[in-house]
């Protein structure tokens, strides 16, 4: 009984003996110390305890839960968000969710709408006061910094000279960029996303552009939010991005093609497995993964897996699986709901689908997916998939964009406007 309460196997307590019950009872009915077990009994105890917490440890370590990975709460070089007693992936209120810095920040990446001669007056004036004002680093694109409007402006050149510009694709910003600030409407946020594979830096998006579930901050009061967001005087809510990786035989993977950076696309960056003869591709994204028929003109037949379990054959244009963020873009237009952002939840949505039976559906975001055959679209690019799978998880690295009080999942005048 003694080794059975020990190793946990017993769901009855272990009676507790008084001193004095000890004395009067036999020395046999008395449970045995250690030292006075039998050699076999002994080992067996210790064997039992030691498997016991390799479980515990293991289990640490690679629980599957339904809600998903909890979230690294640490953005970039400099910044990270309080730890609260309870999990973040469960319950998250952005109200305790503060901004700190470890150190000051002193490199900010700011990202403009591109072609959108109304946001240069903006995007001058906000880079004036970062530079002049706070005295940090900004880091632009280099087809801004190009701009042929922008160089043209001689009022503006000497704040131009001293613009740090980066090319997409070619220089890495992970490590160096402590703060995010975005000009435009919900695309430029989510190209700033695609920017940053892995930490991603605390996002401040002002709305300029045509839709704003994004970006709530209004650019009229840029130099107080700013202010607050260097101080650590903000709030930060977590949005999530889903891990997708594509996986293709090599023997019937095409050659390499060379994909074209477009205003808001991304490079995709492929490997090549020698030993199992697979590439794969991994990215993050922010919205949603398409998958669809490509250019053929016949339904396809998408095959769905929840957890290594064949679910549902989609047949129709495609199929859309997309984050909380996502719900309200393609899936909205889709005929599917909208989730709120705190929802640890993914969402799959059919394109057209060819059965009455097939609806959009939520699952738990700790499940995996996979998809086979057809074409993927990624935010501006599509890769063909045909024979490849296609296995789509919820990461670990979530976008931190800063959180305004007056924040509303779902405003009217965007909804009926």
Not at 37 to 62: D, F, I, M, N
Not at 80 to 97: A, F, G, M, R
């Amino acid at each position: 009984m003694w080794d059975r309460a020990r190793c946990g196997r017993s769901s009855k307590k272990r009676e507790e003996v008084s001193p004095r019950t000890a004395e009067k009872l036999d020395s046999s009915t008395v449970p045995k110390k250690r030292d006075q077990l039998s050699p076999k009994r002994q080992e067996q105890a210790e064997k039992c305890q030691r498997k016991s917490k390799t479980h515990r440890k293991v289990g640490q370590r690679h629980a599957h839960f339904l809600h998903g990975p909890s979230p690294d709460t640490h953005f970039g070089p400099k910044a990270s968000i309080l730890q609260n007693s309870t999990s973040i992936v469960q319950i998250q209120d952005p109200t305790s969710q503060r901004l700190i810095w470890a150190k000051p920040p002193t490199n900010v990446l700011v990202i403009k709408k591109v072609k959108d001669d109304a946001l240069l007056e903006p995007f001058k004036e906000l880079c004036t006061f970062l530079i002049e004002e706070k005295h940090l680093v900004v880091f632009v694109e280099k087809k801004v910094v190009d701009d042929t409007a922008l160089a043209k402006d001689t009022d503006f050149e000497r704040i131009r000279q001293q613009l740090s510009p980066f090319r997409e694709g070619y220089d890495e910003l992970s490590g160096y960029i402590d703060l995010i600030i975005c000009l435009g409407g919900d695309g430029t946020l989510l190209y700033a996303s695609s920017l940053f594979q892995t930490s991603v830096p605390p996002v401040m998006a002002f709305h300029l552009g045509s839709l704003g579930f994004l970006t709530p901050f209004k650019f009229e009061s840029y130099r107080t939010e700013v202010t607050k967001v260097i101080e650590g005087d903000a709030r930060i809510i977590l949005r999530s991005r889903l891990k997708v990786k594509v996986v293709k035989d090599l023997k019937t993977a095409e050659p390499e093609r060379n994909y074209q950076v477009e205003d808001n696309g991304l490079v995709p960056q492929s490997h090549i497995n020698n030993e199992t003869q697979k590439a794969f591709m991994q990215i993050h994204v922010l919205n949603e993964l398409v998958v669809d028929r490509g250019p053929s003109s016949y339904l396809s037949n998408v095959d769905l897996y929840l957890d290594g379990r064949l679910i549902t054959s989609v047949q129709g244009d495609g199929v859309i699986v997309s984050t909380p963020t996502g719900s309200t873009a393609y899936a909205a237009a889709a005929g599917a709901s909208m989730m709120h952002p705190n929802v640890p939840a993914i969402m799959i949505t059919p394109i057209c689908p060819h059965s009455l039976s097939f609806r959009p559906i939520v699952v738990p975001a700790g499940m995996e997916l996979k998809v086979s055959r057809f074409t993927i679209g990624l935010w501006g690019l599509q890769y063909p998939l045909r024979r490849g799978i296609l296995v789509i998880r919820r990461g670990w690295v979530f976008l931190p964009r800063v959180y305004k009080i007056e924040d509303r999942f779902v405003q009217r005048d965007k909804i009926m406007g």
